[in-house]
């Protein structure tokens, strides 16, 4: 019970922290609309928030009884892992905004190369 409270709390207070500090972490430099900030606070909120769930649930998974072995180890397992590190860390809006770009560098490229 104390670990589901202090993933909780945690969870939401470095979430808010994302969320709220986008700008000084991301865009020091860059003066961006009240919109596009707004937008920026929801996003980087989000992805925290989705990175310490994701770790909530492979805490419950893999130590769901008191004995860890690498048998429950599974790809979910990992995925899980991946995006609970991108999302506590801040990472995971870029990772998700650089993979979504990847077919049009690829076809960018593509173009390139047959000219």
């Known amino acids: 019970m104390f670990i589901d409270i202090s993933f909780i709390i945690l969870g939401t207070i470095f979430s808010l922290f994302y969320g709220v500090f986008c700008k000084q ?3 020091p430099d860059i003066k961006i609309t009240k919109s596009k900030y707004a937008h920026e606070i929801w996003f980087n909120f989000i992805s925290s928030l989705v990175g310490w769930v994701s770790f909530y649930i492979l805490y419950k998974s893999l ?3 008191f004995v ?3 048998d429950i180890i ?4 990992i ?3 991946l995006i609970g590190m991108l999302g506590i860390t801040g990472l995971l809006p870029y990772t998700i905004w650089s993979i979504s770009r990847m077919p049009n560098e690829t076809v ?6 047959v000219k």
Do not use: G, N
């Open 63 to 65: 130590f769901a009884s």
């Open 79 to 81: 995925i899980l892992f």
């Open 108 to 113: 960018k490229l593509i173009e390139k190369t």
């Open 74 to 77: 599974s790809w979910q397992s």
């Open 68 to 70: 860890f072995t690498t």
């Open 25 to 27: 972490i991301w865009f």
